[in-house]
């Protein structure tokens, strides 16, 4: 997967930009880099680890970082919403388009 970039997220808004879009690509990017960050952390350890509580059980317990990184693949998914670039908000437009030219 490459790294998003302003100039790239740019491209995908095209003529639809608007400047209140400066602050949203700006949070895509910093999450982004969150996101990034979780995923290798996660991949050099366990999704799994033992946990001995106070009266000295031991369980398991799902690595906590999966959860923060499910949480940022939630933001990053909502920032692409609110941008209006999620795949089915372009199969809505193209299907809006193929309707106005049916109606010709």
Request: glycine content about 4%; proline content about 4%; aromatic content about 8%.
């Amino acid at each position: 997967m490459s790294v998003p970039t302003r100039k790239k997220l740019m491209e995908y808004i095209g003529e639809s930009y608007k400047e209140s879009d400066e602050e949203l690509i700006k949070l895509y990017l910093e999450t982004h880099q969150v996101y990034r960050r979780l995923k290798a952390e996660i991949k050099k350890s366990d999704l799994m680890f033992e946990y001995t509580n106070k009266a000295g059980a031991t369980n398991p317990v799902k690595n906590p970082l999966v959860g923060e990184l499910t949480k940022a693949v939630q933001t990053l998914n909502n920032l692409l919403k609110s941008m209006g670039l999620t795949p089915a908000q372009r199969k809505k437009v193209v299907n809006e388009d193929d309707d106005d030219f049916k109606n010709f």
